[in-house]
C-alpha cells in the first residue's frame, strides 16, 4: 500500500500532515555523515544537507527520510528556526529566517526516519528514528531590517473554534503556498512533538498570506465494500475532535516548492471545548430522507453543506474500500472539503442531495437548536454533513463532522401474468346475439 504523509513542520514542503506519534527505535545502522553545504550564514542563506548512510524513498511498504532542523537559542528557551526533509536523492533544503537572532547560538540537527505503513488505513505509520550529533551553526548578521512579519488574531480559544494568522516577508524567489501548523506542547524547539497536530494552508500572494485555522481534528472514518454477491456495505466511524485544554504550539510557513521559511513559533492555549458534539444526522428507516439536527448555536445562523454518494453506482463494480475524512469549515475561508468549496445559497429551497455539496443557511431557534430534513437522490447512499456555527473566529464554532448510509429496499415491480377470476357481468335478459343494445 502506497501512501503520501506530510509531516507537519519537517514536510511543509511536501504538502502533505503530520504523523509524528514514533517509536525511538534505530532505524538501521548509520554513519555519523551528515554533509552540510555550508555552516554559516546570513538571513536567506539556504543550506542542503544530505546522509549516505540514510535510506531514503518510498518502496511500498515504507518510506524514508532524512529530517533535518535549525534550531536556535539556549535550553529550556531553545526556538525552531528551519525544517525540511531529504528523500529520494533529493537534499533537506533549509533556508535560514531573518527573525533569528545571530548573537545566539545554533544548530543543525537531524534524524534518519523510516515510516513503516500500516494495514489498516486509519492507523499512523510507525516512525522510527536515529539521530545524528548536532553540528554547530553560525547564523551572520544580516544586511537589512527583518521583514518577516506576523500576527495572530488570537492565542486563546476553544477547541473547535479558529485563529487566523497574517503574515509577510517571505522572501523565497517565488512563494506560492502557505501553511499553519499547531501541535500539543510549549516546546517552542518541537523536540518533543508526538501524536497528531492540526493544520491549514493558503496562498501567498506579494511575500504575503492570511490563513485561518481551525482547532478541529475532528473526522468521519468511512469503507465501503462489495461481497461476492455484489451487495454493497459501509462501515462509518465518526471521530469526534479530541483536542484537551493545555499549551499547543503554533507555527507558520511558506514554501517555493523547494524550501520552507518558518516564521517564529507562537504559543496558543485552548482553555476548553466548544459544544461540537451536539450535533447529529439521522437517516429515516427506508426512506431516502435525511434530518441534519444541531444545538448549543447562540453565535449566528448554522451554516451547512450535505452531500450524497450513490453507494451501487460508485462502488458496485468489484470489491472496493475507502476510508476518509472530509472538513468543510466556516464562511470566513476556512473552507477544505472533499468536492471543493459551496457557495451560500438561500434557504428553504428545494434540495435534492447529490454528489455536489448542496449548501444551507439555517437560523437557530431561541434554544439554539436548529435542524433540516432533506431527500437524497438514490436509494443507496453515503450522506455527509458538515455544519459551523456562527463565525469560528469569534464566538462561534465548527460542529463534528457526521456521516449516515441510507437505504431503501426495492420494491417488486414484477407483472403478473395470471389469468383473471372475476366472471364477466352477464348479459341483459333481452339482448340478442349479434345486436346492440342501448340502456334506458
Given amino acids: 500500500m502506497r501512501r503520501s504523509i506530510r509531516l507537519s513542520l519537517v514536510a511543509a514542503v511536501a504538502g502533505l500532515v503530520v504523523p509524528v506519534a514514533a517509536s525511538q527505535t534505530a532505524v538501521s545502522a548509520i554513519d555519523q555523515d551528515l554533509v552540510l553545504s555550508t555552516t554559516s550564514g546570513e538571513p536567506g542563506t539556504q543550506v542542503e544537507v544530505t546522509s549516505a548512510s540514510c535510506n531514503t524513498g518510498d518502496d511500498g511498504e515504507s518510506y524514508g527520510y532524512l529530517w533535518v532542523r535549525l534550531v536556535t537559542g539556549t535550553a529550556p528557551a531553545e526556538v525552531l528556526a528551519g525544517s525540511a526533509i531529504g528523500a529520494a536523492d533529493e537534499p533537506a533544503r533549509l533556508v535560514v529566517p531573518d527573525w533569528i537572532d545571530p ?16 494495514d489498516d488505513f486509519d492507523e499512523l505509520p510507525t516512525l522510527e528514528r536515529e539521530w545524528y550529533d548536532p553540528i554547530p551553526f553560525d547564523v551572520l548578521p544580516g544586511a537589512g531590517a527583518p521583514v518577516q512579519t506576523q500576527t495572530y488574531s488570537r492565542t486563546s ?48 500572494e506579494d511575500g504575503s498570506f492570511d490563513i485561518p485555522t481551525a482547532l478541529v481534528n475532528g473526522r468521519v472514518s468511512i469503507r465501503v465494500s462489495e461481497d461476492s454477491d455484489g451487495n454493497v456495505g459501509v462501515d462509518i ?137 432533506d431527500d437524497t437522490a438514490y436509494d443507496h447512499a453515503l450522506v455527509g454533513g458538515f455544519a459551523v456555527c456562527g463565525d469560528p473566529l469569534a464566538d462561534g464554532f465548527i460542529y463534528d463532522d457526521q456521516a449516515v448510509e441510507v437505504q431503501v429496499e426495492p420494491v417488486d415491480t414484477t407483472t403478473s401474468t395470471a389469468v383473471p377470476t372475476t366472471a364477466p357481468a352477464p348479459a341483459p335478459a333481452n339482448a340478442v346475439a349479434g345486436t346492440p343494445t342501448y340502456a334506458g
Fill in 103 to 118: 548573537d545566539a547560538p545554533a544548530a543543525i540537527e537531524a534524524a534518519c526516519v523510516q515510516a513503516t505503513y500500516s
Fill in 157 to 204: 480559544l476553544l477547541a473547535g473554534q479558529a485563529f487566523s494568522v497574517a503574515a509577510s516577508g517571505c522572501f523565497l524567489d517565488n512563494p506560492d503556498t502557505a501553511y499553519v501548523d499547531v501541535l500539543a506542547g510549549s516546546d517552542l524547539a518541537l523536540r518533543s512533538i508526538e501524536g497528531i497536530g492540526v493544520g491549514s494552508g493558503g496562498e501567498v
Fill in 237 to 373: 466511524e465518526e471521530l469526534p475532535t479530541d483536542l484537551p485544554p493545555g499549551t499547543y504550539t503554533a507555527v507558520a510557513s511558506c514554501s517555493d516548492g523547494d524550501t520552507t521559511l518558518l516564521f517564529e513559533p507562537q504559543l496558543i492555549e485552548i482553555t476548553g471545548a466548544a459544544p461540537m458534539d451536539d450535533v447529529d444526522l439521522v437517516a429515516q428507516p427506508d426512506s431516502r430522507s435525511t434530518t441534519f439536527a444541531g444545538g448549543s448555536c447562540t453565535a449566528g445562523e448554522v451554516q451547512a453543506w450535505m452531500y450524497a454518494e450513490d453507494l451501487d453506482l460508485v462502488w458496485g463494480e468489484g470489491d472496493a474500500s475507502r476510508s476518509g475524512s472530509g472538513r468543510i469549515v466556516s464562511p470566513t475561508g476556512l473552507t477544505v472539503s472533499p468536492r471543493g468549496s459551496a457557495p451560500f445559497g438561500a434557504p428553504g429551497a428545494a434540495r435534492v442531495l447529490g454528489s455536489e455539496p448542496v449548501d444551507l443557511v439555517i437560523t437557530p431557534k431561541a434554544d439554539g437548536s436548529w435542524s433540516s430534513t
